[in-house]
């Protein structure tokens, strides 16, 4: 039998410390390895299989789609892109779309957006306020946006102009706010950084001030958007509308594609100063429109906010029982659970042997986050595991 890990070790760059295990084959929330062992999977390509593994309307979207136009540039109207937009429009509080490829290239359509807007509308500003433990990210610019040292230190010097402030503290914005700033951007939840909720009324707080300085509110969406947080955008979750809004993971339903959308007055790119070879690609834009529909016609944000609430209850009565747990904290299906030291790994590893798949968050804390289709059934299954995980754990 073929030891891919041994190749990967051989050629691929090593960047990351793989959860040793490969990956052969999914359905719904189910995966399976080279080894044919059947696991639960919690992590879903991280945040990004909203329907599950394979789901079928994506599937044969794409399928249909590849053998009809694989790709054609965007010096051409195409329909699925357009069909994606409009879908896009009719369901969010945005008025205009650019299609891209990732999370990072949808930030920084959005961040050249709202420089655009700073150099049209307030006299040149260009500065972009963000807050410390965000993500954004990994161009340079990205890693700039995001508030997280460790990842500045290897790439200095990094793009100007972001300016990262304390997380949940509307006067360090206020504060940071100078002419030269044309936006602040948020996630309405921090994924990657810890999922960090917003304290009381932060993002409200956030918007008014954007409004009576007259910049723009940028919500990177790419981990909250499309029914994770149990609303289709988190936006509707804290009652804000932002000006730009930007998607990714669970938008194709696990095919790659990202999304930037705008408020009309936002919309300020004039012919040449945006484009993607790729972005809006027939393909890719079939699968989203197929998620997007699925998603909007079967209430799966919904599924995702009830079957979140139960998933939560259950964690704290884990919580209760074990006392190395000190905080289980989220939203919808986007849930961590933090450890008073750094089992995360053990937690993992004993999750893996047990048949669940679950992602280190940090050395302290599993970050959960399902297919958004699961339903109780399943999270019974998944704290039946942690369960035995936890009890098995001398601390
Ligand atoms: C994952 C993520 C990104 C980066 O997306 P990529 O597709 O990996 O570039 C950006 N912002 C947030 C909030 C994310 O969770």
């Known amino acids: ?27 719904g929330a189910r995966v399976w390895d080279d080894k044919g062992k059947e696991y639960l999977d919690f992590v879903c390509g991280l945040a990004v299989n909203c329907l599950g593994h394979c789901p079928k309307v994506v599937a044969e979207a794409v399928a249909e789609q590849a ?7 965007n010096w051409y109207y195409t329909v699925p892109q357009v069909q994606l937009a409009r879908l896009l429009v009719e369901n969010s509080c945005l008025d205009r779309v650019f299609v891209c490829n990732s999370g990072l290239e949808a930030n920084e359509g ?19 306020i963000t807050t410390m433990d965000s993500f954004h990210g990994r161009s340079l610019a990205m890693t700039a946006a995001s508030g997280q040292p460790k990842m500045h230190a290897p790439y200095v010097p990094l793009p100007a102009g972001f300016i990262n402030v304390a997380n949940n503290d509307i006067e360090a914005i206020k504060s940071a706010t100078t002419e030269k700033t044309c936006a602040v951007m948020l996630e309405p939840v921090q994924g990657e ?41 988190g936006y509707q979750l804290y009652g804000i509308e932002p000006d730009i809004l930007t998607l990714a993971k669970g938008l194709g339903g696990g095919i790659p594609i990202g999304a930037v959308l705008a408020k009309e007055k936002a919309s300020v790119f004039a012919v040449g100063d945006h484009n993607s070879t790729f972005g809006g690609n027939p393909v890719t834009s079939a699968a989203a429109c197929a998620t997007l529909k699925y998603v909007v016609a079967h209430d799966i944000p919904g599924n995702a ?31 961590a659970v933090e450890f008073s030291s750094d089992i995360g790994q053990s937690v ?48």
């Open 110 to 128: 959005a961040v050249k957006l709202a420089r655009r807007y700073g150099h049209l509308k307030l006299k040149g500003a260009y500065e972009v």
């Open 348 to 395: 993992l590893m004993a999750c893996l042997e047990r048949g669940l798949l679950v992602n280190k968050l940090k050395a302290s804390a599993i970050r959960l986050i399902p297919p958004l289709i699961i339903g109780r059934k399943e999270v019974d299954e998944a704290i039946g595991i942690l369960d035995g995980v936890f009890s098995g754990i001398v601390t």
């Open 1 to 27: 039998m073929t030891d891919w890990q041994q190749l990967e070790s051989k050629y691929y760059m090593q960047t990351i410390v793989r959860v040793p295990l490969t990956l052969v084959r999914g359905e």
């Open 67 to 73: 053998r009809t136009l694989m790709q054609a540039s």
């Open 193 to 233: 950084g810890g999922v960090n909720l917003p304290s009381g009324d932060y993002l409200k707080e956030v918007r008014a001030w954007c409004d009576s300085q007259g910049i723009l509110l940028i919500l990177d969406e790419v981990q909250t958007g499309i029914g994770r947080l149990g609303t289709l955008f």
């Open 305 to 335: 906010g009830r079957v979140g609430q139960y998933l939560t209850e259950r964690l704290n009565a884990l919580k209760n029982k074990y006392s190395f747990i000190t905080d289980v904290r989220g939203r919808g299906l986007l849930v």
